[in-house]
């Protein structure tokens, strides 16, 4: 039986032998094999930044300094959008966030889906830089 739902293992330093961070994940999302691709977004200082969804046309304003991250967006982001999937920061902050925020029925009864909102195609990217905790990551707004 196959399974239909993404998944993630994170192990922080204090749970592996040599203090890594370590970060893995399957996808469901479009085909049984989606292409993923692994980028290291530099760091960055004073710089504006927009970001903007092309699924669902989401747009803000980035912060002006960021962290180097680690993403494993789609390789077709045309067609099935970024989602940055999976993240480990410079300052080891790992972070998964595209778990179907708008697929379960339960879940959007308590946090509905709004147009042109957040979602997990655009949560990764407008997060992960910019946290130095997992505490300070679901703070940040």
């Not at 697929?103 to 009864?109: H, I, S, Y």
């Amino acid at each position: 039986m196959m399974e239909q739902a993404c998944t993630s293992i994170l192990v922080g330093k204090n749970a592996s032998l040599d203090g890594s961070v370590m970060i893995a994940r399957n996808d469901d999302t479009f085909l049984p094999i989606t292409p993923q691709k692994f980028i290291m977004q530099a760091a960055y200082q004073n710089e504006e930044r927009i970001w903007e969804s092309n699924l669902n046309g989401f747009k803000m304003t980035l912060p002006k300094n960021g962290y180097k991250t680690s993403f494993t967006p789609n390789v077709d982001v045309e067609h099935n959008g970024v989602f940055g999937e999976t993240s480990i920061n410079e300052k080891n902050v790992a972070m998964s966030a595209t778990e179907s925020v708008y697929g379960n029925e339960r879940a959007l009864a308590y946090d509905p889906w709004v147009e042109n909102g957040i979602a997990e195609d655009s949560i990764q990217n407008i997060v992960a830089p910019y946290i130095d905790s997992a505490r300070r990551g679901t703070l940040f707004r």
